[in-house]
């Protein structure tokens, strides 16, 4: 079967850097997304890899290794307003998205 | 608009009614997809739509659920006979339309309760 695995829960300090990590297997591989998603609201777009490597957008970064069906998404400088649930999706072999439970980020003063 | 709009927001029905869930994609975005997300619990897809293609239905977890794309446009998700576990937020979401490595747009969803 299809399976993304992401830790359920993480807490971080504000100011701190923070790694949320994402696996998967899956039926081919033709992206993986991370997701923003607050309490309450859609899912918003943070980022897209297909290629392996870091890929910088401001405070967010994401990576992804193809061989280790890896990724992890890193938060800098954490702010009290990134305190969200963070989803990680994979496109497999027939361009379906596959989503990951997602890991509740909890930030502290 | 500028964003995918569904309506209603929240619905609350008594159990064995039937509801209908709206979604208006982006416009120009001819693929859209239909999620439940239950209480802390990640997406569940549902079903795909892609242009004229024949929809993807293989995420229905019942044959109460269907849904409908008219005019390649706007899209109903229909749940008969509604079930206590099928309360959850019902989320649309709609992308360009090449394959889905196309970034999806959501909707604000519609909050679903069956009393």
């Known amino acids: 079967g299809q399976n993304i695995d992401q830790p359920t829960e993480m807490t971080a300090t504000e100011g701190a850097i923070v790694q949320i990590n994402c696996t998967y297997q899956?039926?081919?591989?033709?992206?993986l997304f991370w997701y923003q998603q607050h309490a309450g609201e859609a899912p918003t777009f943070l980022s897209y890899?297909?290629l392996d490597g870091l890929e910088e957008k401001g405070r967010f970064s994401s990576f992804l290794s193809r061989s280790k069906g890896y990724s992890y998404l890193l938060l800098k400088e954490l702010q009290m307003k990134d305190s969200a649930s963070y989803l990680c999706?994979?496109?497999?072999?027939?361009?379906?998205?596959?989503w990951g439970a997602g890991t509740k980020l909890i930030i502290k003063p | 608009g500028a964003g995918v709009s569904q309506s209603p927001s929240n619905k609350v029905t008594e159990k064995g009614k039937d509801v209908e869930l709206r979604c208006d994609p982006i416009?120009?975005?001819?693929?859209l997809y239909w999620y439940r997300q239950s209480l802390g619990q990640g997406l569940e897809f549902l079903i795909y739509?892609?242009?004229?293609?024949?929809?993807?239905k293989s995420g229905l977890p019942s044959d109460r659920f269907s849904a409908e794309r008219t005019g390649g446009s706007v899209s109903t998700l229909t749940i008969q006979r509604t079930q206590q576990e099928d309360s959850a937020v019902y989320l649309c979401?709609?992308?360009?339309?090449?394959?889905?490595?196309?970034?999806?747009?959501f909707g604000p969803g519609t909050r679903l309760t069956v009393l």
């Open positions: 979401a709609s992308s360009l339309p090449l394959a889905s490595t196309d970034t999806q747009y």
């Open positions: 416009s120009g975005h001819t693929a």
């Open positions: 739509f892609q242009g004229n293609s024949a929809p993807d």
């Open positions: 899956t039926s081919g591989f033709n992206g």
């Open positions: 890899n297909v």
């Open positions: 999706a994979v496109v497999d072999s027939n361009y379906q998205l596959i």
